[in-house]
């Protein structure tokens, strides 16, 4: 009996993919409910909070708010000549009010940062102006000031009573604005922000350098070590994650002063005759903040390490290569994606230091958040705070992205 | 001596007799420990012969991949020596052996491409340019993945990985290759054709293999000799029929193939063969070793040797009424479960057209040959 065998094409339907679609939705909505709440707290407690901080990096009100009639009467100045009459009786006026107001102060400093001596300008005019008498009070304001007479000074209110300005961010890299708008490299003695951005990327790449050279051998040590040797070594590395960053900071402190342990103890040894500067050093900072992100460097390492087979480094030796051309050739690469997490995470967590470089840090060793804290806390100039904390952030994200560009996304494990 | 030997005892721990010529790697009295108190290896002397292909069977924790690494040198012996060629060996690191090992995980390198991989031994011997990209073209061919040396392992599947894994030990033409249990990962289909494809290129170029596994069947397939470790001791070392057909002690039969287990006692010797009686006073005729029992006098009998008494038995000299207490059917064969000599159990696998009129419940008469019978002491 002849057996046929008949093969069934089963057609394709066109709804299948909607079918499917449909019968997974209730397991996308239980996932989505349960991830819920945590992307609702990061969105308010994180994401909101860091984009209104950011506008404020751009947020320009003073003068807008402050002086709205200046503003409209400046509004058809070619910027030639000094502005006609209308301008100054305007300025009078909002400058009226804003005494009564008590705005000036906020006014008089907001324009000071875009030229020195505005401040004075601003609160005298607002001081005489009971005194000014009838007639024309152009000749008045440029008998206060002459520099009322000039064009820039002028120039400066128009341009700030657009909505949005620069400013901020072009300070923050060390450009700025000149009378006519056009951006330039701001005067010597004022270009510090680069500086300072140079020297946070070189403390955090030093930082980086040091924990890769301490981890990676200690990561190696635990990798091969005996289980509970291993766990033991393990509990050492997290140890200092229990313990609070600031009372690690005021440890080294201690450790790093004129009197303190290490100078005295290198005395004892007769290592040195005099005692060293350790304190408020380049040196000091790099040391403790190497120690506090150590174990950051070190674990990412140590699960790659672990997760390398032991035949790895047998089947290289099997094959003719002696141990140390059989750890750089064949163990070494195999630890990439660890040592790329690690050094990364390192790296943009020491962009971001700020207590440790505060305390054990001098004058040359602040890094960008000392002077984001510098501005909020002291000078109250939010505006500043927040474009070094754009730059901050722009830094850390370009950072991330040409890491992952030349290293590959696939290649870093953090665990 | 109350000792009769009727078989000469081909044990593993006699000292070695062969010449130096025909001896590839020679153990002689190694001992391993690693904690110091326990022998994972407890006094072992085995040749390899050149050009052999010698497995090492044995449950885990046996010691065979103990004496495997040690051959390899990445374990080094508590006492005795090792010999590669007449040269002691034990204290040369694992990259001057000049052995080519297959792990068992295969061990490729992820972060080279095939070609590296089989590439990587010729670095260090020197062979570099055309002449190494031939060898390595050379060695992928003879695994037939010739036109995959730019791929990486993580995209070839378990078998290619595991050509890949042979090819580069064999590429720089090693005194001898070592393998440990190379096929455990793949399924079995896969791994009966490695088995076969392994067999032939060890044949087809002489080489030295010493295999590793705790699969009997593979054993059986591959090996010229195979050396059966239990409990740090080789028990017993012989060609692949030996081993099944006439098991020197207990443990072998048991762990090679299915075997019946029988108590009995010796009743003497007759015509060279031996006489033993079963618990309800029968006497079977056997073979095999009649020493003192340290632990008991057993006869071990293969269900498949054991038939029902037709007439292509006539010539078997042992005959055995049994009750069929289950029957159980295989496709093939089918499967009895007896009761015998008393109330002794074991099993018979017939073919599947003798056993079909067999019902449960009734009374057969089965036949065995003297042969099949193996009377063990130990």
Redesign the interface.
Known sequence: MAQTISLTIPAIRPDLGKALKRAERPNRLRALALALPALLFLLVTFGAPIGVFLTTAVRNPEVREILPQTVSALDGWDGQAVPAEEAFVALAADLARAKANSTAAALGKRLNYESAGMRSRIMSVTRHLGSFADGPLAPQFVALDPAWADTELWAIIKRNGAPVTPYYLLTAVDLGQDASGSIGRVAADQAVFLDILGRTLWIAGLVTAATLLLGFPTAYVISLAPARVAGLMLLMVLLPLWTSLLVRTTAWVVLLQTDGVINQLLLALGLTTEKLQLMLTRFGTVTAMTHIQLPFTILPILSVMKSI?E??M??????????L??FW??YA??TLPGVAAGCLMTFILSLGYYITPALVGGPRDQMVSNFIATYINRDLNWGMAAALACLLLVMTLSIYLAFLRLVGAERIKLG | MNTISLERRRLGNEPSTQTAAETMVAFERVQKTYDGRTLVVEDLNLAVRRGEFLTMLGPSGSGKTTTLMML???EQPTSGRILLEGQAVERL???R?D???V???Y?????MTVRENVG??L???GVRGAEAAKRVEDALAMVKLGGLGERRPAQLSGGQQQRVALA??MV?NPKLILMDEPLGALDKQLREHMQIEIKQIQQRLGITMVYVTHDQSEALTMSDRIAVFHEGRIQQLSDPVTLYDRPENRFVAGFIGDNNTLACELAGTENGLVVVRMQDGTTLLTTGLAGPADSGMTVSLRPERLGLDTESREGAQNRINARVLDKTFLGDRVRLSLEAFGNAHLVASVPAAEGAAIMPGSTVTMACSAADCRTLTR
């Open positions: 087979p035949g790895q047998r089947a290289a030796r099997s094959l003719g290569a002696p141990p051309a059989a050739r064949i690469p195999q | 390899g040198g990445f690191p694992p990259e052996r052995i080519g090992f792990f068992q995980n061990a490729l390198f992820p972060h990587f031994p670095r260090y011997r580069r030990a720089f």
